[in-house]
């Protein structure tokens, strides 16, 4: 009878699947199919709409509330746990961080680098609300709540066929092979497709037609790259002075064949005026603008370009070539703080490491806006350069350029007016000589001296320096750089 049993519940048993032995799925054969959902839509889709959704900022899950979930008569009913609210963001002046959208755009081969410092800090809910960034890349990620939304994916078949989108054709090979471009030195880092900054130009122009589309009741569209950093506070302060319904186009003045533009890294500021006059007139503004986007080199330049073409002229005062202060093309360290720009208002840092966001994001929390205001090169200055400069410092280099002396042209130097030309035409000889050489000239603020040449200015850098263990300290001879800071307190402002 026992022998009976075994054999029946042998034979049962053999039915069933051993779901320990079940084979994985098969890997897809075309390993460079890109995953997202978007590539088999008409490549005439605009863009979806994706943006980080409200559930950004982290809320307390609800108590069920069905019938079967009621807790026993024999236990205590747990009070709700309070849902948090979302931080509101600061009103400045009569303009709100509601009234904007923030464009960011970053790149696949970058994203993991540069992109994470800004979710907590850039993009805190409490600056700006979550739904009123759209991040833009070259490949669709995910991350958390956050949407990056592949700025490319309705390129035209023609453009896409470009030998310069060969990156965007290999990014999701490297994805799928679980090679991630990072370069953190762990296992599975990789570069990344190489060539894949020849992407960026065919960015701008469906990233502000989307962006229009997408976000129709902004009054402002602000633009930053990933490697940079917007004030947003004191932006706003000045953005409250223009009307959003006129076409207004403006940030760091670049210019190229022709036509002025704002410096993409610097970031810029288009308003809703601005948008309707020129997107909101074309279907697609992309595909018309395609053969110059293809023969230009620069997407920032194809934008002023179509700008230009719909009657927006890059500047502030709708002149041609008005320069904007406050819009920087390169970082804190490596700007020139000048008298000129010593009093007005600062907007933006281009070229920033993830850890100068973050100091840059502390110093614009540490600001009072409202019993201050917007804060200017010299708050800055005082607050975060200042504190670096020394009175001299070896393997140094503060890009001094206004004067430069050499042992092979001193004699045709002439010195600045008040300065003898027996301490001017000695600068080259020594360290000490060079540093007396900008006491004695009264616009000095800073020198530098490298082997027979001393170099002056009459503009603040902070610069760069070596540290030790550089292999730089082996192959060269030390450059030794000073400051005289205290010479700007000559430079007054009204308030």
Same mark, same amino acid.
């Given at each position: 009878?026992?022998?009976?049993?075994?054999?029946?519940?042998?034979?049962?048993?053999?039915?069933?699947?051993?779901?320990?032995?079940?084979?994985?799925?098969?890997?897809?054969?075309?390993?460079?199919?890109?995953?997202?959902?978007?590539?088999?839509?008409?490549?005439?889709?605009?863009?979806?709409?994706?943006?980080?959704?409200?559930?950004?900022?982290?809320?307390?899950?609800?108590?069920?509330?069905?019938?079967?979930?009621?807790?026993?008569?024999?236990?205590?009913?747990?009070?709700?746990?309070?849902?948090?609210?979302?931080?509101?963001?600061?009103?400045?002046?009569?303009?709100?961080?509601?009234?904007?959208?923030?464009?960011?755009?970053?790149?696949?081969?970058?994203?993991?680098?540069?992109?994470?410092?800004?979710?907590?800090?850039?993009?805190?809910?409490?600056?700006?609300?979550?739904?009123?960034?759209?991040?833009?890349?070259?490949?669709?990620?995910?991350?958390?709540?956050?949407?990056?939304?592949?700025?490319?994916?309705?390129?035209?078949?023609?453009?896409?066929?470009?030998?310069?989108?060969?990156?965007?054709?290999?990014?999701?090979?490297?994805?799928?092979?679980?090679?991630?471009?990072?370069?953190?030195?762990?296992?599975?880092?990789?570069?990344?497709?190489?060539?894949?900054?020849?992407?960026?130009?065919?960015?701008?122009?469906?990233?502000?037609?989307?962006?229009?589309?997408?976000?129709?009741?902004?009054?402002?569209?602000?633009?930053?790259?990933?490697?940079?950093?917007?004030?947003?506070?004191?932006?706003?302060?000045?953005?409250?002075?223009?009307?959003?319904?006129?076409?207004?186009?403006?940030?760091?003045?670049?210019?190229?064949?022709?036509?002025?533009?704002?410096?993409?890294?610097?970031?810029? $500021?288009?308003?809703?005026?601005?948008? !309707? &006059? /020129?997107?909101?007139? #074309?279907?697609?503004?992309?595909?018309? @603008?395609? =053969? *110059?986007?293809?023969?230009?080199?620069?997407?920032?330049?194809?934008?002023?370009?179509?700008?230009?073409?719909?009657?927006?002229?890059?500047?502030?005062?709708?002149?041609?070539?008005?320069?904007?202060?406050?819009?920087?093309?390169?970082?804190?360290?490596?700007?020139?703080?000048?008298?000129?720009?010593?009093?007005?208002?600062?907007?933006?840092?281009?070229?920033?490491?993830?850890?100068? $966001?973050?100091?840059?994001?502390?110093? !614009? &929390? /540490?600001?009072?806006? #409202?019993?201050?205001?917007?804060?200017? @090169?010299? =708050? *800055?200055?005082?607050?975060?350069?200042?504190?670096?400069?020394?009175?001299?410092?070896?393997?140094?280099?503060?890009?001094?350029?206004?004067?430069?002396?050499?042992?092979?042209?001193?004699?045709?130097?002439?010195?600045?007016?008040?300065?003898?030309?027996?301490?001017?035409?000695?600068?080259?000889?020594?360290?000490?000589?060079?540093?007396?050489?900008?006491?004695?000239?009264?616009?000095? $603020?800073?020198?530098?001296?490298?082997?027979? &040449?001393?170099?002056?200015? #009459?503009?603040?850098?902070?610069?760069?320096?070596?540290?030790?263990?550089?292999?730089?300290?082996?192959?060269?001879?030390?450059?030794?750089?000073?400051?005289?800071?205290?010479?700007?307190?000559?430079?007054?402002?009204?308030?």
């Amino acid at each position: 009878m026992i022998f009976v049993l075994f054999l029946f519940f042998y034979h049962l048993d053999l039915e069933h699947d051993d779901p320990v032995i079940r084979g994985l799925p098969d890997l897809p054969q075309d390993l460079s199919s890109r995953q997202s959902p978007l590539r088999e839509e008409s490549k005439q889709q605009p863009l979806p709409s994706a943006q980080p959704s409200p559930s950004a900022v982290p809320v307390a899950p609800l108590v069920p509330s069905s019938e079967d979930q009621k807790p026993s008569t024999h236990q205590q009913e747990k009070p709700k746990p309070k849902q948090q609210q979302k931080p509101q963001p600061k009103q400045y002046g009569d303009l709100s961080p509601d009234d904007v959208v923030l464009l960011f755009k970053t790149g696949a081969s970058v994203l993991w680098r540069r992109l994470p410092i800004h979710l907590s800090t850039s993009f805190e809910p409490s600056r700006i609300p979550a739904d009123n960034i759209l991040i833009y890349s070259d490949y669709p990620e995910t991350i958390g709540s956050w949407q990056v939304i592949d700025v490319l994916e309705n390129s035209t078949e023609t453009v896409l066929k470009t030998d310069n989108y060969e990156p965007y054709r290999q990014q999701p090979d490297y994805e799928a092979r679980q090679v991630y471009a990072e370069m953190a030195n762990v296992e599975g880092d990789g570069n990344g497709p190489a060539g894949g900054w020849k992407l960026d130009k065919y960015k701008f122009l469906p990233l502000i037609q989307h962006a229009g589309r997408a976000k129709p009741e902004a009054k402002w569209y602000i633009y930053i790259e990933d490697d940079g950093y917007i004030f947003l506070p004191n932006l706003l302060l000045h953005l409250e002075k223009f009307s959003w319904q006129e076409p207004w186009y403006f940030g760091g003045l670049a210019w190229k064949h022709g036509d002025y533009f704002a410096h993409g890294g610097a970031g810029f $500021v288009l308003s809703r005026g601005a948008w !309707e &006059q /020129s997107f909101g007139l #074309e279907e697609d503004m992309v595909t018309k @603008y395609a =053969d *110059f986007t293809e023969a230009h080199g620069c997407g920032d330049h194809v934008l002023g370009h179509v700008m230009q073409d719909y009657g927006i002229n890059f500047g502030q005062t709708h002149g041609k070539s008005e320069y904007s202060w406050g819009f920087n093309p390169e970082p804190h360290w490596g700007g020139w703080f000048r008298r000129a720009s010593w009093c007005y208002p600062l907007y933006s840092w281009h070229h920033t490491h993830s850890k100068d $966001v973050a100091r840059l994001y502390n110093f !614009e &929390q /540490s600001w009072d806006f #409202e019993k201050k205001g917007q804060f200017r @090169y010299r =708050d *800055f200055f005082k607050a975060m350069v200042e504190p670096y400069m020394r009175r001299r410092v070896e393997w140094w280099d503060n890009q001094s350029s206004r004067y430069e002396l050499r042992s092979d042209n001193i004699a045709d130097a002439q010195p600045p007016e008040g300065v003898s030309k027996q301490v001017w035409n000695s600068a080259w000889k020594s360290v000490d000589a060079c540093e007396a050489a900008c006491v004695a000239w009264e616009g000095c $603020v800073q020198w530098t001296f490298y082997e027979d &040449q001393c170099r002056m200015d #009459e503009n603040f850098m902070l610069g760069m320096g070596i540290p030790v263990g550089d292999l730089r300290r082996q192959t060269s001879l030390p450059r030794t750089s000073g400051w005289l800071p205290q010479r700007a307190e000559k430079w007054v402002c009204d308030a």
